[in-house]
């Protein structure tokens, strides 16, 4: 009876509102949830160490693509740059606007194959001079990511994808954050075997002060799993540069010395002190068809695995199960990013970073306002252009992809799966496939 105060039993709950996660499925040991920050000075360190771990991504993929494309190395610092500064814009947007949960949007190794195929296009075989054959095929990438941004806009804001998200079950999560993160190893490793004295000490420094030291120190043991990534990567830098001085690297061929030394770059005097990137700074973009329709099907890729690593942060955040709707929205604002890639002209398309879902498990701390920060520091340094080359490039090529792997076999914590031998065998298969990969086709035709 209306305005009664009987004892009736309340409502059922509307089946949109979604519960928190029961106590036993919750991660442990999560330090900050995604509305609770840390104190100032460790937030900003967290967010240096995003920082750090994206840069990966951003240094290699213009390293890889520019030569390609006949630009040398003011194009490839501009590229760098210019990567840099929509990855930090696109990660303000998407913590603010988009799924507001703690993940870093930044180039993706999907659109790379698709990018490639625009390089070989015939319609830029015909031109002689590098500079030119850059901008047109630069115009061209830039024309492709532009039509294939409405995919994931038109899909995410019209909802579409929340009627495809609502029949996502833990169990079919797992292959979609498994598999983004395996896929890695055939751009990590070949990295580590071309200078695997700084490589494997990187590696084993990260999984001593992440996994081992702190259960052997109790006071403070936070520190180090938390810093990992900022401890091991100084170290090794620092070993690196005593190799550099020392001559160790004297010589050695001209590839070892690009890979190895902390001097080699190439790039670090042509990128300008400061410079903003801007829209369409490479000219007017281009349109084709073809190009078009190939970025799109990457488009649909990064989609997908977007969805298992939003998956993954929501979880790492401490967050409540995330609802169909908020992905889509999520899906949305990643197309926006990656129409910005498009205005911009980054050469690349942008997805949601595997390697700082992986850190965000790392470090136990899913705050949002850590990654804000850290898109911070990617606004702030790709403005200043020689600054930024030196930290990069000393630091990304040389240790911090090196581990981009490590931290992705974080996402199999994702729903409780305990590590098991297998995992591990597994994961010395993949190694030692592709080491033996770059040494004999022998061996590696028995593996």
Request: aromatic share 12%.
């Amino acid at each position: 009876m209306a305005g009664g105060g009987g004892g009736g039993a309340a409502p059922p709950p509307k089946q949109e509102e979604l519960q928190p996660h029961p106590v036993r499925d919750q991660l442990s040991s999560i330090a900050y949830c995604i509305t609770s920050p840390p104190p100032w000075p460790e937030a900003i360190l967290l967010g240096f160490q995003h920082y750090l771990v994206m840069l990966g991504t951003t240094v290699l993929i213009p390293a890889s693509l520019v030569p390609q494309m006949g630009g040398g190395n003011e194009e490839k610092a501009k590229m760098i740059q210019t990567l840099l500064f929509v990855a930090g814009v696109n990660t303000l947007f998407q913590t603010l606007f988009g799924t507001r949960l703690p993940a870093v949007i930044g180039g993706s190794y999907t659109y790379v194959p698709t990018t490639i195929s625009i390089i070989l296009a015939g319609r830029y075989s015909d031109i002689v001079n590098p500079q030119e054959k850059f901008e047109n095929i630069m115009r061209g990438i830039q024309g492709a990511l532009i039509v294939a941004s409405t995919l994931q806009i038109v899909v995410g804001f019209s909802g579409l994808w929340r009627n495809v998200a609502r029949f996502l079950s833990p169990l079919s999560a797992v292959p979609l954050v498994a598999l983004s993160g395996f896929g890695l190893y055939e751009f990590g490793f070949p990295v580590l075997t071309k200078c695997l004295e700084i490589g494997l000490p990187q590696i084993i420094l990260l999984l001593i002060f992440s996994q081992y030291i702190p259960h052997i120190v109790h006071g403070g043991r936070h520190v180090f799993y938390r810093f990992a990534v900022i401890f091991s990567v100084v170290i090794v830098w620092i070993y690196a540069h005593l190799l550099t001085v020392g001559g160790a690297y004297k010589n050695t061929g001209p590839k070892t010395q690009i890979s190895c030394r902390t001097d080699r770059a190439g790039i670090i005097g042509a990128a300008p002190w400061i410079r903003v990137p801007y829209p369409f700074q490479w000219g007017a973009p281009s349109f084709d068809a073809g190009e078009a329709f190939a970025m799109m099907a990457a488009s649909f890729v990064a989609l997908v695995e977007s969805t298992g690593t939003f998956i993954a942060v929501s979880r790492y955040a401490s967050a409540t199960p995330l609802p169909p709707s908020i992905l889509s929205r999520g899906i949305g604002w990643q197309g926006v990013g990656i129409l910005f890639s498009g205005i911009f002209g980054t050469g690349n398309g942008s997805s949601v970073s595997g390697e700082n879902a992986g850190l965000l498990a790392l470090t136990r701390v899913g705050s949002r306002r850590v990654v804000q920060i850290s898109a911070g520091f990617m606004i702030f340094f790709s403005i200043l252009g020689q600054f930024q080359m030196e930290i990069s490039l000393s630091l990304s090529l040389i240790c911090v992809y090196n581990f981009t792997c490590i931290l992705d076999q974080e996402n199999l914590e994702l729903f409780s799966l305990q590590f098991h031998p297998q995992l591990l065998q597994l994961y010395i298969v993949f190694s030692l496939h592709m080491w033996v990969q770059r040494v004999s086709a022998c061996f590696n035709s028995v593996i």
